[in-house]
């Protein structure tokens, strides 16, 4: 009985640091970065990014573009975003960038062309 009380305890202990880990795997966060273009695939500078949550529409985080259009969001949680443009004074510059999901531990890559209307 003893051994057998044994055994499920430490089965137990097992099952909860294997479930445990997945689920702080799941959570290990990752990086977004990318250069905004205009049509013509040119770098263009000195633009706000933000990253927007697609669930909740809040803003989670802005960075100003490099003066060649790289930007770089470190350190994000896993999820569905949309990256926002806008330009020096205000408003917003429309872009080709969708809805995307970043996996966990990842960095992703978003090379975005602004169209200037």
Request: overall charge negative.
């Given at each position: 009985?003893k ?23 799941g ?36 960075e100003n ?53």
């Amino acid at each position: 009985m003893k051994t057998l009380y044994m055994t499920m305890t430490a089965c137990l202990i097992l099952a909860t640091f294997a479930l445990g880990s997945c689920n702080v795997v799941g959570n290990i966060p990752g990086n977004i970065a990318g250069q905004l273009m205009n049509e013509g695939g040119q770098g263009q500078g000195f633009i706000a990014v933000q990253l927007i949550d697609a669930e909740t529409g809040t803003l989670v985080t802005s960075e100003n573009a490099d003066d060649k259009g790289n930007f770089m969001f470190k350190s994000v949680e896993p999820g569905r975003y949309i990256i926002k443009t806008v330009p020096v004074g205000g408003g917003e510059l429309r872009n080709d960038c969708g809805e995307f999901n970043l996996s966990p531990g990842k960095t992703m890559t978003k090379n975005i062309i602004i169209y200037r209307d």
